[in-house]
């Protein structure tokens, strides 16, 4: 069994195989997710587990150079975005319409689903390297 950091399977895999630049995304319960992106379903009920949560613990293994949201979160959702951006430190942060976040998740790797259940919670993160 794995000692420490992510335990999910899939999510580790993933995060193991990107190369710079790649792109994961996190979501809440409502966004569409392409059929021929992988699906990493974490969500169980409202709430469980929420965004912030996942970002938290994807950020404990994954090197990010810069994040993609929605710019309507900042209008919908302020506290959600504000703690998001405290989460993410120093990361980059673009925004976009929700139209292209969502054209946007076409080149994921993977999407993760929460149990998120507050507008807009969505994030792309991009791979950065450690060197």
Not at 33 to 45: E, G, S, T, Y
Not at 52 to 81: F, G, H, R, W
Not at 102 to 121: D, M
């Amino acid at each position: 069994m794995k000692k420490i950091g992510i335990l999910n399977s899939e999510i580790s895999e993933v995060i193991g195989k990107l190369g710079h630049t790649d792109q994961i995304v996190i979501c809440d319960s409502g966004l569409p997710i392409p059929d021929h992106v992988k699906r990493i379903d974490l969500a169980l009920k409202e709430g469980v587990p929420t965004f912030l949560e996942t970002l938290e613990t994807v950020l404990l293994e994954m090197q990010v150079e810069s994040a993609i949201v929605a710019k309507e979160m900042a209008v919908v959702s302020p506290d959600l975005e504000a703690s998001m951006k405290e989460t993410l430190g120093k990361v980059d942060l673009v925004t976009v319409s929700h139209e292209e976040f969502k054209e946007l998740t076409q080149k994921a790797k993977a999407i993760i689903r929460t149990g998120e259940f507050t507008p807009y919670a969505n994030v792309i993160l991009k791979a950065g390297v450690i060197f």
